[in-house]
Each structure stands twice: as C-alpha cells, then as structure tokens.
C-alpha cells in the first residue's frame, strides 16, 4: 500500500482473511464456574507472591520478577510451572520489566492470568520476522514470529505490553510480518494491555475474543486472523463463507495517527468489519476501503459503520458497496453477546 510511511498513535489499518473456524468449549468435564472468566481473575492482592499460596479466592499464584526474588525469572519458566490439564485459574504475576523472551501457553495450559503490576510497566518482547531462518535455513512463517503465542482457553491478559522490536519493513520488501501477540484459543479476554509492532502486529487467529481499552499500534496491516472478537474502547477478519459467523466487531474505539490508510482490505471473500460509535480522524481515506484487487469481492464482503463521528466519518465517497448501518442492522455486533459472552464473561 503506497501511503507513505505511517507512524501510528492508534488502530491504523485491518486486514482480513478467511479460513474455517472451529471453536473450543473448554474441557468437556469442567462444568463449573472456572468456564467463566470474571473480573476476579484479572486482579492480584500484592500480598500474595509465592506460588505455594493462593489468593484470597484461593487461586494459584506465580510471581515472575527478573531479580531471581520470585518463583521464576522467565514468564515462559511460570507458564511452564502450570500442569498440563490444569483445571484452576493460574495467576502469573509479572512484576515490572522488560522480559526478552518468547513466550508459549499451548493448549493444554487453561487458564492462565498473565497480570502485570499497575505501578509500573511490564514487557515482554521479542524481535523475530516471517523470514527469519530456523535451524534448517527455512523461513519460520507468520505464526512463529509472534513474541507471545497462546492457544489455551479461557486466558487473560491485564497490564502487559506484548511487543515485537523487529525493524520496519522496507517498501516492497515481503516476509516482514512481526506479529507481537498470536491469540488462537477460545474465550479470551485482554484487558488495558498495549499490542506494538510494525507489521502483522496483532494475529487474532481463532476463536472468541474480547478486546477491552487496549492500545494497538503498527503501521500496516496489522491486525488480522479468522476470530471472532469484540473491540471496546481500544485506542484501535474473516470467512470462508457467508454463513460463517466471524469478523470483527470496533465498539467505541478511537482511530488516528498520520499518513492516509483504509478502515480496511479484503483478504478474505467473505472479510466482515463493522465500526460502530468509533471515532475517526482525518486519516480516513475518503473511499474507506479496498477490495484487494478483486472486483467480485465487492459483492461478498460485509464492510459497515454506524453512528461513528469524526472528520473520517464522511460516507459521501465512500465506495459503493460500503454499508451505512442502521441500529436494528448494527445491534447484533454491538456487546458481548456478539462472542457468546453470556456464556463465558461475567464483566
């Protein structure tokens, strides 16, 4: 995309792919209250530091500090002190720094806290590229050059800085996607957590997410996935099919930086976005957004907004086949009940 070079405050540009989605519920024999995901489990009494005790919920605790004073030095070392088939909320305790490392929660791993301390910032940063080399002189590929990647279910994230340093692409340079944060498991909430890269920042790949008051920052292209997720009040997809249920969902955010970029591209067929009570400045190209090349795309994707404001805002050149929602076309995308979230977030 031949705009220049943007140095972003905010949420620039969106692109969407489609891939088949298959949701995770969970261990079939968890039936209790650890299949929700409340505001219990994003906070830490800072009284309790030792993994050999537990809250005052009596949820595990695991203090990461870089000066060998907690339970490990590595918030990689915490995770991996949680049992495969965990059934419990996990709370990692992070205490300020900049953790340089790479950072998995697989699968096995539910429920795991990452929560960061609010008197100062926490880290946890990487700088690898798509065309990065392995140890057999292959290109690792997009997934492999996230900073942290998380596959489990029911994780949440409060106060941490997901951050991948890899340099700026050059102007058609390919395999620069540097992805900071790679969300692939269901039903995950992150909350006030800063996302930063300069390309491919944010790989919301699968699954239901809900994205609230976070800052997210890159300069192309930069978030993208098959979820199917909430953004709220972030200083801010995609199908196979048009029965398909995902995309992605802006409510109340705010967009602006400098240069001009779209509200969005359509990668996938059946790309769905919906920008709903968003804030948008100048930035907005007049046309807001772009087919990707291919005209039979207009017919397909699902592109809209609803009640936004600001000097981006203007839908009079917009391109034809942009929607301009009204509310009953709008509500369904609006809240939480747009990721199933009655059925796994008490908020």
Known sequence: ?????????????????????????????????????????????????????????????????????????????????????????????????????????????????????????????????????????????????????????????????????????????????????????????IYRCKILSSQDTLFDQIGRHYFYECYIQGSIDFIFGNARSLYKECTLHARNSASENSGFSLNSCKLSGTGMIYLGRAWGKYARVIYSYCQLDGIILPQGWNDWGDASRQKTVWFGQFNCSGRGADMSNRVPWARSLTYEEAKPFLDQYYIDGDQWLRL
């Open 1 to 189: 995309m031949a705009l220049g070079v943007l140095r972003l405050l905010l949420l620039i540009s969106l692109v969407f792919s489609g891939a088949e989605i298959v949701f995770c519920h969970g261990l079939e024999s968890l039936q209790s209250l650890q299949s929700i995901i409340s505001w219990s489990d994003l906070r830490i009494d800072e009284h309790y530091k030792d993994s050999n005790i537990k809250d005052e919920e009596g949820k595990r605790v695991i203090l990461v500090s870089k000066d060998g004073s907690g339970d490990s030095k590595t918030v990689q070392g915490a995770v991996d002190m949680v049992p495969d088939g965990n059934k419990e909320r996990v709370k990692i305790y992070i205490s300020p720094g900049v953790y340089r490392e790479q950072v998995y929660v697989p699968i096995t791993k539910p429920y795991i806290s990452f929560i960061g301390n609010k008197n100062g910032e926490t880290v946890i940063s990487w700088d690898l590229r798509a065309s990065d080399r392995d140890s057999d002189g292959r290109a690792i590929g997009t997934s492999a050059s996230a900073s942290v990647a998380i596959e489990s279910v029911y994780f949440c994230a409060n106060g941490i800085t997901f951050e991948n340093t890899a340099p700026a692409a050059q102007s058609g340079a390919s395999g620069m996607q540097a992805v900071a944060l790679r969300l692939a498991g269901d039903k995950a909430l």
